[in-house]
């Protein structure tokens, strides 16, 4: 696609003479005489770049200058001797001027120049969002159990070591291996993340390693893998307990030797990329039965980071909550925030699914609750089968129990399957020994 460029000039033959060298640049010009004309165009587009005389039939182009400039590069045509004007119009935005008489060869070569900068800006802008986005993301609560996360995050980012993220799916393993990216010498290059679970050994392999022209019958043409697409910041390998062995023994080549092949090439490359891997599963284990290379597992293994999940920091649930109402793009029409009961509700509840299932429940209460400026109980999508954490598991109550009701019908039955033994009991609320004591005291069940 052409990029479009709106010249305001009201001498005709210049203005027809910089349309028709723009044209044969590859640009898509549009000729305006008068301002009424420019301002006609604008409402209808959005040009890539502005050029435009300062002195204008119906208008003062100085005057217009700053407005236009918050939309598109504006490159500014004065007479000669108007260094005034040049300045005036420096000072109010323009991204370049040139003085009349012009020659096209400097036109061509300031709008060549105007165009690329206005998209470099635009590529950091939208590095910074994203970078920040990123952070926004994260981190958010100030439970211990958060803060010693946070901890190991701040000791492990500034050396250029491996690292392996432990913890349950839905828990922010690739949030915990953004913000090691990020507070790490490497965070101005690429983070490239890849799901091991989705690709198959082959695609796997072309993916991250790439491919020389001819390596299988669709490889026309090389193609550079992900590795080289990280080059010089982080590669994240998620769920890296799912790779096949032969996967295996090349990712270990890289971290033992820093070098790697295409698929279907002779060639050893250098990897200058840091690995950062995730599991929800247990490698060591996984090593000691034969299912996951023992010197791949130890080389990741050498700095680990556990990831708490959602039932080992309850304290941040309101945080979080409010954190996914402020980002979800409904609630910013509606100020909503959290009913004490739908709340409580939150956090008596054991989170299999961690903070993935918490922002599914969030963002779905968000719509269920409409226009109505509170999140209710009722909003939730829960029920007696979610809090027990057993689908075969009923609670039956004369009339519409609260909170401590559920809690006490839910501990009575625990306490019965589980021939009231604490420790089991504890670790199916997801809660510590000495809680089950609290609130077997508090429900009069100790007596």
Request: net charge neutral.
């Amino acid at each position: 696609m052409k990029h479009q460029v709106l010249v305001i000039e009201d001498d005709k033959l210049l203005n027809s003479l910089v349309v028709e060298h723009l044209r044969g640049i590859g640009f898509d010009p549009f000729p305006a005489y008068s301002w009424s004309t420019a301002e006609k165009y604008l409402c209808d587009h959005e040009p890539k770049l502005v050029i435009m005389d300062v002195k204008l039939p119906d208008a003062n182009g100085v005057e217009l200058l700053q407005k236009l400039a918050q939309e598109s590069p504006v490159v500014v045509l004065t007479a000669f001797g108007s260094v005034q004007d040049a300045v005036k119009a420096m000072k109010a935005g323009a991204a370049e001027y040139l003085v009349k008489p012009i020659t096209l060869d400097e036109l061509e070569l300031v709008v060549q120049r105007v165009v690329t900068n206005a998209y470099l800006q635009q590529d950091h802008q939208f590095c910074k969002a994203r970078l920040q986005s990123r952070s926004d993301r994260f981190m958010v609560g100030t439970s211990a159990a958060l803060q010693q996360t946070e901890k190991l995050i701040d000791a492990v980012a500034p050396n250029d070591i491996s690292v392996l993220v432990q913890g349950e799916s839905g828990v922010g393993k690739e949030l915990v291996a953004l913000a090691i990216h990020e507070c790490s010498p490497r965070n101005t290059r690429n983070f490239v993340a890849v799901d091991c679970c989705t690709l198959q050994e082959k695609l796997f392999e072309s993916e991250v390693f790439g491919h020389e022209k001819g390596a299988f019958t669709d490889a026309r043409q090389q193609k550079r893998g992900l590795i080289e697409g990280a080059e010089g910041g982080t590669l994240f390998l998620d769920e890296i307990g799912e790779i096949e062995a032969s996967i295996q023994a090349k990712l270990l080549r890289i971290l033992e030797s820093g070098t790697f092949r295409r698929l279907g090439g002779t060639k050893d490359l250098h990897a200058n990329v840091r690995v950062v891997a995730a599991t929800n599963r247990d490698l060591e284990q996984l090593s000691r039965e034969g299912r996951f290379r023992a010197d791949l597992y130890y080389r990741l293994a050498g700095f680990v980071v556990n990831v708490p999940p959602l039932r080992e920091r309850r304290e941040d649930i309101e945080q979080l909550v409010e954190h996914f109402i402020h980002n979800h793009n409904f609630s910013r029409r509606i100020e909503k925030r959290l009913a004490a009961s739908a709340l409580r509700l939150l956090k008596a509840y054991n989170w299999p699914g961690n903070i993935r299932e918490l922002k599914n429940i969030v963002e779905r209460a968000i719509i269920l609750s409409g226009d109505s400026s509170v999140i209710r109980k009722e909003h939730l999508a829960f029920c007696a089968s979610q809090l027990s954490g057993q689908s075969s598991l009923s609670l039956n109550f004369d009339s519409e129990p609260s909170l401590d009701d559920i809690e006490k019908a839910y501990l009575a039955l625990l306490l019965e399957r589980h021939s009231g033994h604490r420790s089991k009991i504890a670790r199916v609320l997801g809660v510590s020994e000495r809680s089950v004591y609290r609130m077997v005291e508090k429900h009069g069940f100790g007596n």
